[in-house]
């Protein structure tokens, strides 16, 4: 039946009450004594809240329950990724944990699964992806990418190659940009399902951007400066090196790549399809990262700068960009005319705003 129960989810059901005693209550949907809160009503199951289940099965909300904190529980085995706990738990732990270039996940917990030794749950916050909602500014943006060059570089420098930081392992704490909490499972709800959530800018209310999922992770001795792995896919199939070759590499180049990547796609380019096909070009506004990312993503390893050097470089461009710039709104790619123009007006409105309440232009948590 639809919005029932899925296969994938009979685990968290059987785990509610082991949960609860370990203090992280699951919503409603997980309980034993669930009913279907549009069982027998004429309510659409769709519109209810409780009909929500996770996009990824081995993932799943819950609030703490002695502060009621929003948190993320990840089922995982240890055994296939023995690194990601002890990696996790390195930046969690002082003094690495009050650093402010440490841009990792923090672990909150991890709870050891009681008849599975090789299976435990790791307790992170409640973060989303890195760009819903939408960016507003070019300054926005740059503050973004500080954090994430800032981030990487931060973890490379405890040795550590994440060698999977794409997109999708890129997200942020947006819980004080948000006006109303927002509902895990659905993005654009609030959490009680009673409307859309509410939300401020990013200038308003600046978001701490994380790296996650450190599970082909790897920390190497610190005298193995250049460290030589076996490939291994990760979100990201595009890179270079691993195209015709299964020879070891060293994987900090990669994540280099990776992260380039993830810049030249998300702000650099934009696909369009006309004629039935998709066409790629390069998206206004950006123009002042296309140097440096160009050099992230060489198809030759050894030529991509160092994140060291990447940091450097951005903060040489960020000195270049004005203040008109950063306060600049960021087009988005499928803005239309009509759109374009009312989002022009009422950003024009916040940018005065902004400069009244002297906001700075590079909004920064």
């Not at 995982?76 to 009050?98: D, T, V, W």
Request: hydrophobic share 35%.
């Amino acid at each position: 039946m639809p919005g029932t129960i899925r296969p994938g989810e009979l685990w968290w059901c059987k785990h509610y009450q082991w949960l609860k005693d370990a203090g992280y209550l699951l919503r409603p949907r997980y309980s034993p004594e669930w009913v279907p809160s549009w069982q027998g009503t004429k309510k659409v199951w769709m519109e209810c809240e409780d009909s929500r289940g996770p996009r990824v099965q081995h993932i799943l909300d819950a609030t703490r329950t002695f502060d009621g904190v929003f948190v993320t529980l990840k089922l995982m085995n240890k055994s296939r990724h023995p690194y990601e706990i002890e990696i996790g738990q390195l930046f969690s732990a002082e003094p690495l944990a009050s650093d402010p270039a440490n841009h990792c996940v923090p672990i909150y917990d991890v709870l050891q699964v009681p008849e599975d030794q090789d299976q435990a749950i790791i307790v992170m916050p409640l973060l989303r992806p890195f760009t819903k909602p939408r960016f507003d500014t070019y300054g926005e943006v740059v503050e973004c990418l500080h954090q994430l060059f800032v981030g990487l570089q931060f973890i490379h420098k405890q040795h550590v190659a994440h060698r999977d930081c794409m997109d999708l392992n890129i997200m942020m704490d947006a819980t004080h940009l948000f006006i109303d909490p927002y509902h895990p499972q659905n993005l654009l709800m609030r959490r009680d399902y009673k409307g859309e959530a509410r939300c401020l800018t990013r200038t308003q209310c600046p978001p701490k951007y994380f790296f996650i999922d450190f599970g082909i992770s790897r920390r190497y001795d610190a005298n193995n400066v250049a460290p030589l792995e076996a490939p291994i896919w990760g979100g990201d199939r595009s890179v270079p090196e691993f195209q015709k070759s299964n020879k070891p590499r060293n994987p900090f180049p990669t994540d280099v790549y990776y992260l380039g990547n993830i810049v030249r796609n998300e702000f650099l380019l934009v696909m369009l399809i006309s004629d039935g096909f998709v066409h790629v070009q390069t998206q206004d506004g950006f123009d002042f990262m296309e140097p440096l990312v160009k050099d992230m993503v060489q198809t030759d390893p050894a030529k991509r700068p160092t994140m060291d050097e990447v940091v450097a470089r951005f903060d040489q461009i960020l000195k270049q960009l004005s203040s008109w710039k950063l306060r600049s709104r960021v087009v988005d790619k499928e803005d239309g005319n009509i759109t374009g123009l009312y989002r022009g007006v009422t950003h024009w409105t916040r940018r005065i705003g902004y400069i009244i309440r002297r906001l700075p232009a590079i909004p920064t948590p």
